[in-house]
């Protein structure tokens, strides 16, 4: 009998110390309100909760624009590119000047207007992909995507919905019968 007291008194010491742990280890600053907006039923999910300091990172990898933009790249790009879908001509354009931009670490806040410390979440809505980056310049994000609308061909409106702008790309031809 007495055994059986000790062990459940150093089990219940065990449970209340990994209890009090637990409870004091977990960060009370952090702010998760970003995962209201993450459906409960979604598919896909990947978050980065800690500040990336995204900046460093690409100085890190010290690559430029030659190697990002090499001859393999640029005849995949032009295979793409050879399609009619102004949704993929978009998609190019986009990607391209990305590339472009990881190849100067130093200007990536100036011409995408993504924080240089940023949060972000991917989720899926339904079949739809979510991206959610923390921007600190909006004007330079929505250039960013003008630049590729312009390069691309590919138009866009910008519209209203409960006091908030927003543009939409017409990335479908619409063909009359």
Do not use: C
Not at 36 to 59: H, I, M, R
């Amino acid at each position: 009998m007495r055994k059986t007291l000790i062990a459940a008194a150093v089990i219940a010491v065990g449970v209340a110390g990994y209890y009090a742990i637990n409870k004091t280890s977990s960060p009370a600053s952090v702010n998760l309100s970003e995962l209201e907006y993450v459906p409960a039923d979604t598919a896909l999910f990947s978050g980065q909760f800690t500040a990336l300091d995204l900046v460093s990172y690409l100085k890190s990898l010290g690559m430029s624009s030659e190697q990002l933009n090499n001859d393999e790249m640029q005849q995949a790009m032009a295979a793409l590119a050879a399609e009619s879908s102004p949704a993929v001509h978009f998609g190019v354009a986009l990607f391209q000047d990305y590339m472009t931009i990881l190849g100067a670490p130093d200007d990536f806040v100036k011409n995408t207007g993504i924080a240089a410390k940023t949060r972000s979440l991917t989720y899926l809505v339904g079949a739809a992909p979510v991206a959610r980056f923390e921007v600190t310049d909006a004007a330079a994000f929505q250039a960013f995507f003008e630049r590729a609308a312009a390069q691309s061909g590919v138009s866009y409106q910008t519209q209203q919905l409960a006091g908030h702008s927003y543009q939409v790309y017409s990335l479908v031809n619409y063909w009359m019968v």
